[in-house]
């Protein structure tokens, strides 16, 4: 199991501007936790950063885990792929504690990259990046013909729709026959 | 046996129900547009995602029917869109500065008799509009069959009026105003007999009248247009305005909020307060003033007072015209804050 780092060279603690009278106040270290994708890959992402999911968020805020506790309980997230998690926490920790810009460049231009991107950052609810990401999608047929748009987005036709729909029926009739069928086996 | 087509395999569609509205509300509106035209689903989409315009304006143009267009504007410091919906097919009587809604017409997959109807009927179903507005520029020999009532006869707003006065038949009017349904109706014309009077109810909130409005039948006037609160116009005379403020202190229209009535060198105080009660107003010069962008140092103002709840309105008569401001505790609040 690899491990990343990012995240941690934030983590120094600002020097004081001015001089305190008193005494200043002690430095809360900064607190860690471990996240993985579906290859498995652990991520090591600072509370700070992973502010930005309100999934996450909501997950950790009372957890109170000492570092040991977090190593080992990475929080698993099998319905993402593991190079979509990287991108998600480089975005976190790029954005960890300061005012998000109103483009984001570095948001992958590769269509099935975006989608799945996409899904990830609306299952972590983050609410910025999912902006972001809507943005980009709406983007891919900015000026483009309404068939340009039907093929860039797969949307079928009236009568495809009509057809899958017809087929989908069908399906769940023989679904519900089987049952039947299988319920009446079973009572004889 | 044919195999029905097979579902994309990814897309948009695979996305969750809000995911696709944000990607929507995310989308130009020429891509929104064309977008919508793709299916039945696409068009609902586009409806659920509620695709925000601040304004959709049918505009009739003055005398230049190949300059009539739909008007999408958004409030945002966006680009405004112009439709052309010119009543010639003929591509030498369409306005080539504007969006083709011929063209664009042809991308609905629906069937219609008039390509107007349709464009117009696809833009009000796919856009959520904060104001819906017709602007009337000029007179129709067959107003009752325009198309537009096909599509809508509700609207925020229905203006009548034209780059130069406008010169109207009571039958015109009375089309335009049984025809539509509106919160606002602002109306500059000029009419042709001058002993009309409209006595139907208009069911609006404001009645802006920019020229005279004495072919407004005052008798009942509020009982008929309980909603209003707002009416402006010129030239009304002494008895009719008296008669108004009556049906006010009677308990009608109780959400009116101002009366402006305008005409040159005034109307005399005995004609306006003739057999009505009135007080000292309780209001200070200064909020007078505020009240009243007509107000005048010679002026007279005095409060009368609604009989159902004691409510107050404020009277303010001058040079310029008769002003009436119900005085309710917003209106107040609002002066002295």
């Known amino acids: 199991m690899s491990s990343t780092e990012q995240g941690t060279s934030s983590a120094a603690p600002a020097e004081p501007t001015t001089a305190p009278e008193s005494a200043a106040a002690p430095e809360v270290p900064e607190s860690f936790y471990y996240v993985h994708g579906k290859d498995k890959v652990v991520h090591k992402v600072s509370a700070g950063a992973l502010q930005h999911s309100a999934l996450i968020h909501g997950m950790i805020s009372n957890l109170g885990y000492t570092e040991e506790q977090a190593k080992a309980n990475p929080f698993p997230f099998e319905n993402i792929d593991g190079d979509i998690l990287q991108m998600v926490v480089d975005w976190c920790n790029q954005h960890k504690g300061k005012p998000t810009p109103p483009e984001d460049t570095n948001l992958p231009k590769q269509k099935e990259k975006l989608f799945d991107l996409v899904l990830a950052v609306n299952y972590l609810e983050i609410k910025e990046l999912l902006t972001y990401c809507c943005k980009q999608v709406a983007m891919m047929v900015k000026g483009k013909s309404p068939e340009e748009i039907r093929e860039i987005w797969m949307i079928p036709t009236d009568a495809e729709d009509e057809a899958a729909e017809k087929e989908a029926k069908k399906r769940a009739g023989k679904e519900a026959a089987g049952e039947t069928a299988a319920a009446a086996g079973d009572a004889k | 046996m044919e195999e029905p087509p097979k579902p994309p395999k990814f897309g948009l569609l695979k996305f969750p129900f809000p995911l696709r509205e944000q990607v929507i509300r ?104 904060k104001w819906t507005s017709v602007r009337f520029g000029r007179n129709f020999e067959h107003v009752n069959d325009l198309y537009l009532w096909d599509v809508t006869k509700q609207f925020d ?52 009248v920019v020229g005279t409005i004495q072919w407004l039948d005052t008798d009942n006037f509020l009982k008929r247009n309980p909603n209003l609160k707002l009416l402006q116009g010129k030239h009304l005379p002494g008895e009719k305005i008296n008669d108004l403020l009556k049906q006010w202190i009677n308990g009608e229209a109780v959400d009116l909020k101002e009366l402006v009535l305008l005409k040159g060198r005034g109307y005399p105080a005995d004609v306006i307060f003739d057999g009505i009660l009135t007080m000292e107003t309780k209001l200070t010069e200064d909020q007078v003033k505020r009240i009243s962008l007509c107000w005048n140092k010679d002026g007279k103002t005095v409060d009368i007072q609604r009989k159902i709840d004691g409510k107050l309105a404020t009277v303010h008569i001058n040079q310029s015209g008769c002003f009436v401001s119900m005085c309710n505790e917003k209106r107040l609040y609002k002066l002295q804050h």
Do not use: W
Request: overall charge negative; some cysteine; charged content about 35%.
């Open chain 2, 26 to 129: 995310n989308m130009e509106f020429m891509d929104v547009f064309h977008f919508s035209t793709l299916s039945k689903r696409s068009k609902n989409m586009v409806r659920s995602a509620k695709y925000q315009t601040y304004r959709i304006n049918f505009d009739f143009d003055d005398d230049d029917s190949s300059m009539d267009h739909v008007e999408v504007d958004f409030n945002e410091g966006r680009e405004d869109f112009k439709i052309s919906l010119s009543d010639s097919e003929d591509p030498s009587k369409r306005n080539p500065y504007r969006l083709d809604g011929l063209e664009l017409a042809n991308l609905i997959d629906e069937p219609s008799d008039d390509y107007r109807k349709k464009m117009s009927s696809h833009i009000l179903f796919i856009h959520h509009s």
């Open chain 2, 157 to 208: 707003s229905v203006i009548l009026s034209g780059d130069d006065k406008l010169h109207i038949t009571p039958k015109y009017l009375q089309s335009i105003l049984n025809s539509t349904k509106a919160k606002k109706y602002t109306l500059d014309f000029k009419i042709e007999d001058i002993n009309f009077e409209y006595q139907e109810p208009l069911d609006c909130e404001q009645l802006i």
